[in-house]
Structures are given as structure tokens and as C-alpha cells.
């Protein structure tokens, strides 16, 4: 397996975007992964397409070929991958397989969610899909109440409060203000949370992440290759996927998803670093609790102790160790199938230093995508092309 | 890239299958393929899942995990793969780079498809979703309605017989009746054809595969591995990808599919291989005008002597190159994911000599599934682990 490379990133806003169908975004996305790495689509071999409720809210899926066919590719294979919410991470694991493998020099992969056609009732459901249907699914649960028996759980064992779990969507909404892609670009503050309408007990509105429509791209290379065409490529040192637990009657405990902490020590082995060598998580914090969960599960800090990191500024943009300096899922929006492919965009840009939020000389960044109760987790590591 | 095997198949009936959900089906195919591989599921490190409808028509995605975890495997990958009707030989195509690469030791991929618990109209839909939405598929397009213009081109451009068109289900339909795994068993007539009530002019309901319920897997490991384990191993020899058109009105004309033309082009140049090293074909016949095309598309008849090459009975089990042995997916039915490694597992058992209806020793075999209006074909030859 050779080293391999991103040379082009590319991402539309995500929001609601009218008149733009799935194919559009995709389209997008690719368009300016494409102008980034100046490649002609003519000469990508192979596209992956990361997508998961297409089919369901839109009726539209082969989306790979309708892609392809848009932008004027080749006669070229191409395969759309679905793991829930980490769809568009395991595109992107597929394209690095290909490239790593020696089977292809350039692939183009993407990811992209179509969500706010539908109505609220209708997204609900799809999005429940990722749920086991013959056990939570059919009595009615959806994820805001998987996550919220999690928060309640982590704060019954560790102590975790309240506030500190609404710290999660203050950070992450201040560090959406200043990211054009995000959804939500205005502040909230603790009052504001606090005195909100609960959704489902301990959540208020502010921590779900919303429904949302986008696409984000990644073209990769081997590094070989990308050292002589830019000088701005990303060098990917792991992408690792672990299945977990599919049903929540599965979980030993509400408060940890094992395919976070099996993707998490195959990707740093990968790797061969630590958490300390990383200096930045892009994290998936589709609830505010699942932030805290995530940089417990990840190693960045002990099983019951993230509520307490964020309490201590740990996490924020100047921190010791900042999570989700674009915004997060929370500011930014989470079209399931775009999200893992913008998180690798989100810290591309941070390792070029072209970030909005640009922290300061970043050289290691994280990548963490979780589909559906944990079912199943990807974790891509990146590093500045030295 | 090391040589790759399969030392593992297994397969439902194809039907309508009553109280199976898709994780049932996958978890019974992956069973008998892992039994027939004396392979214990903790032992497999990545599982890829080929799957076209479950979300539109059960509300169940995530059926990797689903399925891994009811096979108790370990925190291993697990990707879904969509590409229309050719989703399965999709997975099967990722599971092949996964363990050629050398990634992956043991590898397993299953291809699943629950139909019949929807009512037509909700399953003809979902099938549309293969069709480009903004186009056709909008103006009220169904597959029955995009093959029909087919057949009548062809008969137009060729002088192709609705009676050759007929011979594709009469040989298929007879095919089914030893095939314990076929929906239908029961021959079909030509005066029955003729007289039939039309679906869409120039076809009857003899003329269009079923609705159907399935699943079929394979465990691929290297050649090397398989050697060792197995007497009744099979080598993949190629399985190539290629995309076509997704939207019918990018046809250059409407009695050939490009995808198939490219995807033939690359498996025979990576196997090393002509047509006339292949011994029998498991091809696409969705509708009866599918076989016909594909088979001239494949290289093995010129354009527009498909019908001829029927007529003359080169097609039949005894002819000159047996197309569809197995009974096609006029017989067997079309659960749509599970049909690439449907044909898969038919291939295998013709190379291992325990077909039902078992050829005169076959060397070589080949697989064609189609996706869409040609959207993506995958293809796949298989021959004796020698």
C-alpha cells in the first residue's frame, strides 16, 4: 500500500438550499474539488459517492453515475456507499483504498445529503432508518431520544451537568459565526438555552443539529503524485472504519459507542501516533452530548471527564486541544451523507491554513464520523504534506 | 495486488419469502456461505453489503451492522454499496480490491433485497429511483417502459423477432425448472407469450422478471489462502465496474448499453481473456430484450444477432455458449441487490459441478449485471481454482 494524498477539496454551503437536488450538490462539490487540485474530470478513474437517504426523500438514487455523467467523466467505475451518518467517510475510505492499492491514480469522492425537500415528519423517519427497525425503530424512537437517554446517563454516572452539555452548542455556535458554510452563524448563550422549550428532556433545540441540505468532495492521489501537482495536499495517514452496536438493547452502557473507541485504535495504529500528537478534532456532535461522549471515546480525555474539559476552555479555538473550530454539525448543519466528507474539508483547510477559524500552525488533524446508535464509526487522520 | 478466490457461496431462494426482513435474508445467505467455507463470522474483517431498495421500501438501512452483529463478528468495517440493480456484484467488487490489496485475509460480501412487502406501485417506484428523476423518471418512466422502446428499436433497426425475444423467456423459464433456488418453475410457451395480455407493447408478463425477496453471498480470502483451505475454491480472474448513462436521453441509441461494452472491455483485458474463453454467461435478462442486448454487448454476438444466435439455439444449456443456466432473473426472480451475487453463486456451483443443471465441465464463467438504464454494469469471471 503506497501513501496517499487529498489535492482538492471542495464544499457548497451547508443550509437549506433551494432549487438544488441531490445531483446538483454533488455536482457542486465536485466542481470545486476539481478547480482546487486542477484536475479535469476526464482524468478521475474512479468515483465514489457517500449518500444515505437519497433514496427515501428524494426517490433518486445512482446518484454516482448521475454525477459523472454531469461532469463529463469517463467511462469510469462508480460506487455510492452507506453507513447512516458516516456515509460520506466511507466513501472516502473506498477511494483511499483504491488509490492506496495501486488500482487508481486519481479518485474523486464525495458526499451529499438532500434533506429539506421533505417535511420534518418525513426526514424524522428516514433518519430513523439508521435505527434498528425491528426493536427501537417500531416503538416509535428516534435519534434526539437515543442521544438524550445518553446525556441522561452521563450526567446520572459522572456528574456531568447541564450546563456543560449546553457549553458544547454555545462553543460550537460562537465558532459557526465566522464559517460561510455553516448553517447557523448566531451566537447562543447559556440563558438562552436554558430557558428554551425542551425537545426531549434534557434537550432543547439548541442541542440537536439541524436538517440540512450539501455536498463536500475530496480528490485523492498518491502523495507521490501530489507533491508534484500542488503545493497544498494533505497527506492522509489513516482512515479506519469499526462497526459497533446496530440496536441500543446491544450497548453495555448509554454512555460510550464502541465502534468510536475500535475505529479510534485502529486509526491511530495506522498511523503509528497517539492522541497526544493530534492538534485539532473535527468531531460528530449531531447532539451536544455526543460531543462530550466522542472526545471521551476518542482517548482526548477520561470516560466521564469531557463535560469538565469544556467546562475548563479546553476545547475551544485558543484550547489545549480544540474540537470542532468550524462549528461542528451544530453550527454548520448535518446533511448525513456530506458531513464526514466536510469534516475532512473542515480540516484540510485548517493543515492549509486557509481556515476561517485558522488555528495556529496545526500540523496533525482528526476526522470523527458516527452513523446511527454507534452502528458504525470512521475516523480519518490528516497531516500537512511535509 | 495478490490473486483472489472465493472459498465460500451461499444463497436463498429467490421468491416471495414471508416474515424475512432484509437482515434475515442477508444473516441465511452469510450463514450457508460461512458454513460452506467452514469459516467461523469471527474470523471475517470486513463485510461488504450490496443493497439497492431497503430504505424506500422497509425503512431499514445500516444493514452491515445490523447483519454483522447478528453474526456475532468482531468491530470489523462494514460498507453498503448501492449502483442500482447492480449493488451486490458492487460489494463484491469492494470486497475484491479489500483482500487483493491485502488489507483484508477474509472477506465477506452479501448481497439482500426484501420486494414483496410492498405493494407494486410502492416497488415500481422505488425501481424508478434508478431512472434519472429530473428527466425521465418525472415524466412517468418505468424499467418495463425503457426496455420495451428497447425491444422495439431493436426489432426496427435489425429485424429482430418478437418469437426471438419470446426464446430468451422459454429458454430461461426451462432453465428455472431444475433451479431449486427459482421463483418460477414452470416452462412458458410461445403460443402463451403470444397470446398474452401486454404489460407495455412489445411485452408481456412473461417478457419482465418478478418482484422477489433474497439474499446471496461469497467469502473472499487470496488464492493462496483458499488453496489451503478449501478443494472447491474458485478464482476471480476480474471484476470490473463502468459507468454508462443514467439518463436515457444520453444514449447514442436505445439497443446497446456503453457500460456494459467498457465494463466487458476492462474484465476481459485484466482476466487476459477473449470471449471465446468463456464457457457459459450469467447475464442480466431483467427483461427478455436485456439478454439479447447484453449478450451482443458482451462481445459474444455481433449487434443485432443476438435474436439469430437464439433461433439457432447457441444460447440453450447444450449450445455453443449456455446463457442464464441458471434460469436468469426471468426465473429466478430479481431481488435486486442480491442479484449480482446471485449470479455469483450460480457461476461457482456450475465450476464446482453441482449445478442443477450442471454443463459439460465448464473452465470459465462469466457474470454481467446491469444497473439502471445502463447506469453502471459490473462484471465478473470466475474460473476452476486449478
Known amino acids: 500500500m ?4 487529498i489535492i482538492g477539496i471542495g464544499s457548497t454551503p451547508f443550509s ?6 441531490p445531483v446538483d450538490l454533488a455536482v457542486e462539490a465536485s466542481i470545486q474539488a476539481l478547480g482546487d487540485a486542477e484536475i479535469h474530470p476526464k482524468k478521475i478513474e474512479a468515483l ?5 437517504t437519497s433514496g427515501i426523500l428524494t426517490g433518486q438514487e445512482i446518484l454516482g453515475p448521475l454525477v459523472a455523467n454531469r461532469l463529463g467523466m469517463r467511462a469510469i467505475p462508480s460506487i455510492k456507499t452507506e453507513g447512516a451518518c458516516s456515509s460520506g ?17 486519481l479518485v474523486l469522492t464525495v458526499g451529499v445529503e438532500k434533506m429539506t425537500s421533505a417535511n420534518t415528519s418525513k426526514v ?9 427497525q425491528s426493536k427501537e425503530g417500531s416503538c416509535g424512537l428516534t435519534f434526539p431520544g437515543v442521544f438524550a437517554m445518553m446525556a441522561r446517563r452521563h450526567m446520572h454516572e459522572f456528574g456531568t451537568t447541564r450546563e456543560q452539555i449546553a ?3 454555545i462553543k460550537n455556535r460562537k465558532n459557526g459565526v465566522k ?3 455553516a448553517q447557523f452563524r448566531a451566537e447562543v448563550t447559556m440563558e438562552k438555552i436554558l430557558g428554551a422549550k425542551p425537545v426531549t428532556e434534557p434537550f432543547v433545540l439548541y442541542d440537536c443539529c439541524p436538517i440540512s441540505d450539501g455536498a463536500a468532495a475530496a480528490i485523492i492521489c498518491p502523495t507521490e503524485m501530489a507533491r508534484k501537482l500542488s503545493s497544498k495536499s494533505i497527506s492522509i495517514l489513516s482512515c479506519e472504519v469499526s462497526i459497533g452496536n446496530a440496536s441500543i438493547d446491544m450497548m453495555s452502557d448509554m454512555v460510550s459507542f464502541p465502534a468510536t473507541v475500535e475505529a479510534a485504535k485502529k486509526a491511530f495504529s495506522t498511523a503509528g501516533l497517539s492522541t497526544k500528537d493530534i492538534n485539532f478534532v473535527e468531531l460528530h456532535d449531531c447532539f451536544t452530548i455526543a460531543e462530550i461522549v466522542d472526545s471521551e471515546d476518542l482517548g482526548f480525555f477520561e470516560k466521564g471527564e469531557g463535560g469538565l474539559a469544556l467546562e475548563k476552555g479546553l476545547t475551544q479555538i485558543n484550547g489545549k ?3 470542532n473550530p468550524s462549528g461542528g454539525l451544530l453550527s454548520k448543519g448535518h446533511p448525513v451523507g456530506a458531513t464526514g466528507l466536510g469534516q475532512i474539508y473542515e480540516v484540510c483547510k485548517q493543515l492549509r491554513g486557509e481556515h476561517p477559524n485558522q488555528l495556529d500552525n496545526p500540523k496533525i488533524g482528526l476526522a470523527h464520523n458516527l452513523g446511527g446508535t454507534g452502528a458504525v464509526c470512521a475516523i480519518t487522520i490528516l497531516s500537512r504534506n511535509l
Do not use: W
Open 2 to 5: 503506497r501513501p496517499v494524498s
Open 16 to 21: 437549506k438550499l433551494e432549487g438544488k437536488g
Open 48 to 52: 465514489y459517492l457517500g449518500n444515505f
Open 89 to 105: 467517510t466511507l466513501a472516502f475510505k473506498e477511494g483511499v483504498l483504491a488509490v492506496a492499492s495501486g488500482v487508481h491514480e
Open 124 to 132: 424524522t423517519a428516514a433518519l430513523a432508518s439508521a435505527l434498528d
Open 167 to 169: 457549553m458544547v452548542s
Open 179 to 181: 464559517n460561510p458554510l
Open 321 to 323: 486541544l480544540p474540537i
